[in-house]
């Protein structure tokens, strides 16, 4: 496609339920970033991957949290019991590969009630 | 030392001024900075980057001011205008671990 793309744009669920954000990167992109934005805040680095492979997972906030990504194109978030202070804008990035100007999709809105 | 602290918080300029924002890192690996415009609703958008090894770039309005030995870069608006209201990140990239080091943003308001 011709941006990062990810769905739905805003989200909410209940406390204790489960969550699933996508990010269609730009075509052709290796490299895939997720980051957590509070509201107001500067952007937090959850994990990257590089192809099929998170070489970094360190920004996951606990185990609840997990990410895959099939195909070396599209990505999944996953948020299990889903706490209230889970609730940010979620945003995807792409680049060519590592090292090379990343590209944001307009993110994801989540909200825990 | 992984940090990127910027400054101000927040800025208000009048319309045809110049907007001024600063960013300051500890790590001398970082290799490429870029600075992103991100408006309310939507994801941050690349406006400009450099290198280290040169010490200006500009892009139509838009300067990179670079300063290897002090560690410090900053971005320079020239000519601000309403339509340039939003928030400014600027970055820096740890070739090291690929990961960007975002600054916490600065509030733009460009009054017409």
């Known amino acids: 496609g011709a941006g990062v793309s990810q769905s739905p744009s805003n989200k909410v669920t209940e406390k204790g339920k489960d969550v699933e954000l996508r990010c269609d990167p730009i075509?052709?992109?290796?490299?895939l970033y997720w980051y957590r934005q509070s509201l107001g805040q500067g952007l937090e680095f959850l994990i990257y991957?590089?192809?099929?492979?998170?070489?970094?997972k360190s920004g996951l906030p606990s185990d609840r949290f997990s990410a895959e990504r099939t195909g070396g194109s599209v990505s999944t978030l996953t948020i299990q019991r889903t706490q209230q202070e889970d609730s940010a804008v979620y945003l995807c990035?792409?680049?060519?590969?590592?090292?090379?100007?990343?590209?944001f999709g307009d993110g994801t809105r989540l909200s825990i009630l | 030392q992984q940090q990127v602290k910027q400054s101000p918080q927040s800025l208000i300029v009048q319309k045809g001024g110049i907007s001024i924002i600063n960013c300051a890192y500890e790590n001398t690996a970082f290799d490429y900075f870029p600075w992103y415009q991100q408006f309310p609703g939507k994801g941050p958008a690349l406006l400009i980057a450099?290198?280290?090894?040169?010490s200006e770039k500009k892009e139509g309005r838009f300067t990179i001011s670079f300063n290897k030995s002090a560690k410090q870069f900053s971005l320079h608006i020239m000519d601000s205008q309403p339509g340039d209201s939003a928030t400014y990140f600027c970055?820096?990239?740890?070739?090291?671990?690929?990961?960007?080091?975002f600054g916490t943003g600065t509030r733009l308001k460009v009054l017409a």
């Open positions: 450099i290198r280290p090894d040169v």
């Open positions: 970055a820096a990239i740890n070739p090291g671990t690929y990961k960007y080091i």
């Open positions: 991957f590089q192809g099929n492979s998170a070489p970094d």
């Open positions: 075509s052709g992109h290796t490299a």
């Open positions: 990035a792409s680049s060519s590969t590592v090292n090379q100007p990343q590209h």
